[in-house]
């Protein structure tokens, strides 16, 4: 706890930031609480270490316990995934996933993503990322209707362009994707040019170690993760090796190693290595699988509830913990930015998102993306989602008269949309009931 007496600046805002996050309801999908448990070790002694190195080959002294947190952390993460090797090290996700570049590419070489605007990520050879900037960056799509079990993507499509482009590194996994993965179906694509499959699996990692989500780990060589997300950890990332994994390439796990460090960091983050050690000791407990089954349930009540109300929403639905409202057809295009600003003012917080077919642009998207790992750690169950569900019905209806003008008036018209809204009577009556629902719920 801060002392208040002594920075009552961080004091107030910190307070300030837990009421914000007590009376909204958090839906970005990406987000969540993690318990009590896994955030003590964040302000443990282990946050004044410093361990360059990996256990028992330390370029520091006095790491005789951040050496057994670390292993504990790696052995769990082996034993949750199924995989033969973890690195408990990275940062964060994208630091994670810049080590596999490291530790399978040269600069130059040719990889292949998902492309950022049809919900893939930023590291997966987005041309503003260093995956585009430092690598051959060829990008795979989604379309706009599921193909029956392959979802959104189009294989045939991407097996003419790993086969025209011949990348050293496929990756597989997304950000705003909200239907299942068919890993195995890149897996076949991969194997077939030769290339490394990397799973990232950081929106989906809390699903796949409940069984609620297919295992990209039979298919893949390499799966990195966020700690945060569905998994319900700190902040954090993990780069795991496979089986599959080690026979392609029996030197990947120290290529990692020396790709984290001393490639890419310095210091690992000990005291989050403890903290990851016990979100995968959390993950691994039964109550973990009720909570991805309900994660789940609870955006299937949610997507349901949206459509009825007549949303479009990307892929007709969800398998995940996501969804991915296409305001286009029925908002307009580049519509997000209203949407997502007027859900916030009642407490609803979402993110504004492109969609697949994007008619606008990234910062002026056509959808808004939302899940529901959050609000299903606070408690909330389907009927609680039905409620959640008819309040943003209600604000989308009071935003489908603000359409996106052209550039040079889009300044003015934006200011003049947030001053409506502050000042809208339902806005203030929806927040206070949105905030009277959300109060009780407790966040751990
Ligand atoms: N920022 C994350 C997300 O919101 O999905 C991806 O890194």
Known sequence: ???????????????????????????????????????????????????????????????????????????????????????????????????????????????????????????????????AIYFNSVQYGVMTKRKGKDGLFDFEEIRRLAKKHKPKLIWVGASA??????????????????????????????????????????????????????????????????????????????KINKAIFPGLQGGPHDHKTAAIAVALYEASQRSFKTYAKRIKANAATLAKTLMDGGLTLVGDGTENHLILVDLTTTHGAGSGCFAEYALDAIGLTMNKNTVPGEQSSPFYPSG?????????????????????????????????????????????YIARFKKDIDKNKDIKKWKGEVKAFASPFLIP
């Open 1 to 131: 706890m801060v002392n208040k007496q002594k920075d009552k600046k961080i004091y107030d805002l910190i307070e300030e930031e837990t009421t914000r996050q007590k009376n909204g309801i958090e839906l970005i999908p990406s987000e969540n609480y993690a318990s009590a448990h896994v955030r003590t070790p964040l302000s443990s002694a282990f946050v004044n270490k410093y361990s360059e190195g990996y256990p028992h080959k330390r370029y520091y002294g006095g790491n005789e316990f951040v050496d057994q947190v670390e292993i504990l952390a790696q052995e769990r993460a082996k034993k949750l995934f199924g995989v033969e090797y973890a690195n408990v090290q990275p940062y964060s996700g994208s630091p994670a996933n810049f080590a596999v570049y490291m530790a399978t590419c040269k600069p130059g070489d040719t990889i292949m993503g998902q492309a950022l605007i049809t919900g893939g990520h930023l590291t997966h050879g987005a041309h503003v990322s260093f995956s």
């Open 177 to 254: 994707y909200p239907l299942e993965i068919p890993f195995k179906k890149f897996a076949q694509i991969a194997d077939e040019v030769g290339a490394y499959l990397a799973a990232d699996i950081a929106h989906i990692a809390g699903l796949v170690v409940a069984g609620e989500h297919p295992s990209p780990v039979p298919y893949v060589h390499i799966v990195t993760t966020t700690t945060h997300k569905t998994l319900r950890g700190p902040r954090g990332g993990i780069i795991m090796v496979t089986k599959k994994g080690l026979k392609k390439d029996p030197e990947l796990p120290m």
């Open 368 to 412: 808004i993306r939302l899940g529901t790992p959050a609000a299903t750690t606070r408690g909330m169950n389907k009927k609680d989602m039905k409620f959640i569900g008819n309040m943003m019905l209600h604000v989308l209806e009071l935003t489908k008269k603000y359409s996106l003008p052209d550039k040079t008036e889009r300044k003015e």
